[in-house]
């Protein structure tokens, strides 16, 4: 039976590896890898898990951490070259998909939240707002018990800017009532 797609034998999953390696600013693992280049039916998880130790293997990508990889100037090099063997529509949905991703990392670098449990049985949640100079906020708030503090967590981190740009704006409003 013919496979439908455009990704037919292992030099397509590789050379779809390289496109997509070459356009993410961070290390990423094997899971990431596979959604990043799952832009068409006929690729697998197994695919991805068969072609990185051989691309490894050929100098094409490195092991920096525990399971992170990133391309190396071979595999950039190789890649440029086998680029237009993509099909189009493969390679702007994994441009998409790549530069999706490189947003969210960089974002998630620059908004971070800690708890800190204290002694009373509720919770402080640090949370803090950076950018790529300096930090523009930290913000302190206690929370009753450990749901809400995960609550007010996963809540900062989705709407970060939006926090930081209501208490600069109520902050500096010329709206100040003498009483």
Do not use: W
């Amino acid at each position: 039976m013919q496979r439908l797609g455009f990704i037919h034998d292992m030099l397509d999953v590789k050379f779809l590896i390289l496109y997509v390696m070459a356009r993410v600013s961070y290390p990423v693992n094997m899971q990431q890898i596979y959604e990043l280049c799952y832009q068409d039916d006929c690729l697998s998880y197994f695919d991805v898990c068969t072609a990185i130790p051989e691309m490894v293997k050929s100098g094409h990508l490195m092991e920096v951490d525990q399971d992170s990889y990133e391309i190396t100037e071979k595999g950039r090099a190789d890649g440029s070259l086998t680029e237009d063997s993509i099909a189009f529509t493969v390679r702007q949905r994994a441009e998409t998909a790549v530069s999706r991703f490189n947003r969210q990392i960089r974002r998630s670098s620059f908004v971070k939240t800690q708890l800190i449990p204290r002694d009373t049985g509720d919770v402080s949640v640090v949370m803090s707002l950076d950018d790529e100079k300096s930090n523009l906020m930290t913000l302190e708030m206690m929370a009753p018990n450990q749901r809400q503090a995960v609550d007010l967590c996963r809540r900062f981190e989705k709407k970060a800017e939006n926090v930081y740009n209501l208490i600069l704006t109520e902050l500096l409003s010329d709206d100040d009532e003498e009483e």
